[in-house]
């Protein structure tokens, strides 16, 4: 299939499908007599497999020592449960600094309860006098 029939059978644009080829997370298509890139079967699971990791918001990084592992199937796999231990404790990160950020915002919210003028808006007001850091 050519490249616009991975984009539809896959669900990734053309731009995604080529920066993945440029970053080396999926095999070099075959080429047409007229240059087109020709793609398989075993290239639509590749996509389809970094497609999905990267909806687990799987960094590319990541992704490419994923692909190394799986190109040694008959290995343990403490990697791949490393690589995602660390990628879940990254996440609860995340979730605790979203938490203080919705905590940050609320409060900020609650500087203007009113609908009065915006030279009286609290939240503004509030903004203007904050410190960074």
């Known amino acids: 299939m ?3 029939e991975l984009a539809d059978v896959s669900g990734c644009s053309i731009q995604t ?3 993945y080829e440029k970053e ?3 095999s070099a298509p075959h080429r047409s007599d007229g240059n087109f890139r020709l793609y ?3 290239i639509l699971d590749q996509l389809l497999f970094v497609k ?3 909806s687990l918001d799987i960094s590319l990084k990541e992704i490419r020592q994923l692909v190394t592992l799986k190109q040694s199937p008959s290995n343990y796999c403490e990697d ?3 690589l995602i231990d660390t990628h879940i404790q990254q996440v609860d990160q995340r979730i605790k600094e979203l938490h203080r950020l919705k905590k940050q915002l609320t409060s900020l919210r609650q500087k203007c309860r009113s609908n009065q003028k915006i030279e009286d808006c609290g939240i503004l007001q509030n903004l203007s006098e904050m410190k960074i850091g």
């Open 2 to 4: 050519k490249i616009g």
């Open 17 to 19: 499908i080529r920066y």
């Open 24 to 26: 080396r997370l999926l």
């Open 40 to 42: 398989n079967q075993a």
């Open 52 to 54: 999905h990791c990267r």
């Open 80 to 82: 791949i449960n490393i």
